[in-house]
């Protein structure tokens, strides 16, 4: 596999900005490749997926693209008030791959998925723009952040009102209810797993929850361990393997 840092200028962000990619480097590997969006969480950047786990390794033979964006800690939504980072990686990010990598351009194409604010910004990517991806994952996510009692962590409220504004449960951010709103065949698949001693567990089974009584297909586990790099090295390699089978990839296959 090959790497590279993307530096930039986003429109979206107003500023410059990176991210990280990882791309197959065997001349025959088949082409078009297919593209991994993979999110980072609230504390880190575009460089942590690489620096904390072995995803190059995990990829390496698949016609996959792996790109890491530069989410900041804007939750990979359009501010309220401040950066629209939904943008940039939707326009900004994805419109740079797309027309610099020999990757495919539709949606059977391309996955998304990430941890902790990434695994928020996964799903709600995911749900909101069901029309873009293919494949949905989200580890340890925050995925329900905006409902009510979420929303009261008086470390984060400001931060949560300046990107979601006053009373953002039931809305366009919320994966609660986006599931509601799109015709069930229109969802992407989705898997979503947390640590058991996880954090955020109560708000994975609350969403699991919410998409059995809506009887909407989707894969769900809980393993040992807690919101922690371990956890996700481990476990970024079944979300791999549920994107590849999403998405129709064979190994090695050349062209």
């Known amino acids: 596999m090959a790497f590279a840092t993307i530096n930039y ?44 786990t072995s995803i190059e390794r995990y990829v390496q033979g698949w016609p996959l693209v792996v790109v890491m964006p530069d989410g900041g800690r ?7 008030e401040g950066p629209a980072y939904e943008n940039d990686l939707l326009k900004d990010v994805l419109g740079l791959v797309e ?6 351009r539709e949606r059977s194409g391309r996955a998304i998925g990430g941890l902790s604010m990434g695994g928020y910004g996964a799903v709600k990517l995911g749900l909101k723009h069901h029309e ?3 494949s949905v994952n989200s580890h340890s996510g925050a995925v329900g952040m905006l ?23 039931g809305g366009d ?16 698949p989705l898997r979503i797993d947390c640590g ?21 297909a989707h894969e769900y586990q809980e393993f040992p361990g807690g919101h922690n790099w ?26």
């Open 9 to 52: 200028f986003s429109r979206a962000l107003q500023k410059a900005s990176s991210f990280n990619i990882v791309f197959p480097d065997n001349p025959p590997l088949k082409r078009p490749w297919a593209t991994f969006y993979l999110l980072h969480g609230l504390s880190d950047d575009h460089t942590i997926w690489m620096r904390r």
């Open 74 to 80: 804007g939750f990979y939504t359009n501010a309220a």
């Open 99 to 104: 027309r610099t990598f020999p990757v495919k």
């Open 132 to 134: 873009t991806f293919g």
């Open 147 to 169: 409902r009510q009692e979420a929303m009261k962590i008086k470390p984060l409220t400001p931060e949560f009102m300046r990107i979601f504004g006053e009373d953002p449960q």
């Open 173 to 188: 951010e919320d994966p609660f209810a986006l599931v509601e709103r799109i015709d069930h065949g229109r969802i992407p």
């Open 196 to 216: 058991l001693d996880d954090v955020l567990l109560p708000q994975n089974r609350a969403f699991h929850k919410h998409l059995e009584s809506l009887h909407i």
């Open 230 to 255: 371990a956890y996700w090295d481990e476990h970024v390699q079944e979300a791999i393997a549920f994107h590849v089978k999403n998405l129709g990839l064979k190994a090695n296959e050349q062209e």
